[in-house]
């Protein structure tokens, strides 16, 4: 089956500093990956739709300028947690989608806690 | 209300029983339906998409009543495997966006 790798796994950083979050689907071009947030006991919440040479669309109450996203290729989207602080620190995880909505496939997640 | 609704739980059930759960769906015109596994600090892995005229893989059996906006899983035969949590997601009509329930937790008990 189709892969997607996200990178790194964990990231432990100081108050402030900014993380950069990859997303790569390895054997399939994806248009459009998407980026999820979860913090424990809560349900995946969208974050923001990633498009192939386009700007990425933010859900309701996502700080474009904080979470930056990137996709400048069809094999690879970033995401950049800047100036990050401790309410940040959550569990993020992207998916790339293949074909149709249904052929959708996850990363294996960033636990990221800002001290 | 929510867009989509779950029993957070948790459910736990003997090895061997039948378990099962509901879902409920807000956005009427909502399409696609699905029951995604995800275990402690891991991805979602897709377990089944719902039909409308229901749909079984091995125990597992999905349904979805339109009328009244649900969905259910059934778990027969369950086994220590199965722990994990389950996730609704629904995603409405010309609409990309998955919508993810807050997931049902589900301990398996020998």
């Known amino acids: 089956g189709a892969v997607v790798s996200q990178h790194p796994s964990r990231v432990i950083c100081k108050s402030g500093t900014s993380v950069k979050i990859e997303c790569r689907s390895l054997d399939f071009q994806a248009t459009t990956m998407f980026w999820y947030r979860q913090f424990p006991k809560q349900s995946l919440m969208l974050m923001a739709t990633s498009n192939e040479g386009s700007k990425a669309t933010y859900e309701q109450g996502v700080e474009k300028d904080k979470f930056l996203i990137n996709h400048a290729s069809l094999t690879l989207s970033t995401l950049t947690v800047t100036s990050a602080h401790p309410e940040d620190s959550s569990f993020y995880i992207c998916?790339?989608?293949?074909?149709?909505?249904?052929?959708?496939?996850f990363g294996s997640g960033t636990q990221l806690s800002v001290l | 209300r929510k867009e989509v609704e779950q029993d957070p739980g948790p459910f736990n059930v003997p090895e061997g029983a039948t378990v099962a759960f509901n879902c409920t769906y807000s956005n009427s015109a909502s399409q696609s339906f699905f029951w995604y596994r995800q275990d402690c600090r891991k991805e979602p892995k897709l377990l089944m998409s719902v039909y409308s005229s229901g749909n079984e893989d091995g125990r597992f059996t999905a349904q979805l009543n339109r009328a009244s906006q649900y969905i259910s899983l059934l778990i027969r035969d369950s086994k220590l495997s199965d722990s994990a949590t389950y996730l609704c997601?629904?995603?409405?009509?010309?609409?990309?966006?998955?919508?993810f329930g807050t997931g049902t937790r589900l301990t398996i008990i020998p």
């Open positions: 998916s790339a989608e293949q074909g149709r909505q249904e052929k959708l496939f």
């Open positions: 997601v629904v995603n409405g009509e010309g609409n990309e966006k998955l919508t």
